[in-house]
């Protein structure tokens, strides 16, 4: 198994001054329909995930030196994503349960929903 956070945690989170990074692997077509504006935020879809690897992040989730949140629509991509970074030997990438959708319908609406 992998770490998960709630996404009342995450929200939580994204209210103190933590530092992490929240990694989206939604597609970008998806980002019109609902979005967190954080600037913790870092947007890396899965299919490039899947086309490139690893050098398909930003330097800052490569350095491994803050934790990295990782979500979707639902929570199933960001659930393989955070597997497969485990597997890559990244010490703290978390799935955040639930992912954006759930987000939207526990802690805050104006996210949106699709």
């Known amino acids: 198994m992998f770490p998960e956070i709630t996404v009342t945690e995450l929200g939580e989170k994204l209210k103190s001054d933590e530092k992490f990074i929240l990694l989206d692997v939604r597609e970008l077509s998806e980002l019109e329909y609902a979005k967190i504006t954080d ?23 490569r350095l491994q030196e803050d934790p990295v949140y990782v979500m979707c629509h639902h929570g199933s991509r960001s659930a393989q994503v955070t597997m497969w970074l485990a597997q890559q030997g990244f010490k703290n990438v978390v799935n955040v349960s ?11 609406s104006s996210v949106g929903f699709y």
């Open 98 to 108: 639930g992912g954006i959708d759930a987000y939207a319908r526990k802690v805050d």
């Open 39 to 61: 600037s913790r935020l870092q947007v890396t879809p899965m299919s490039r995930l899947a086309s490139e690897g690893i050098v398909a992040l930003s330097e800052s989730i």
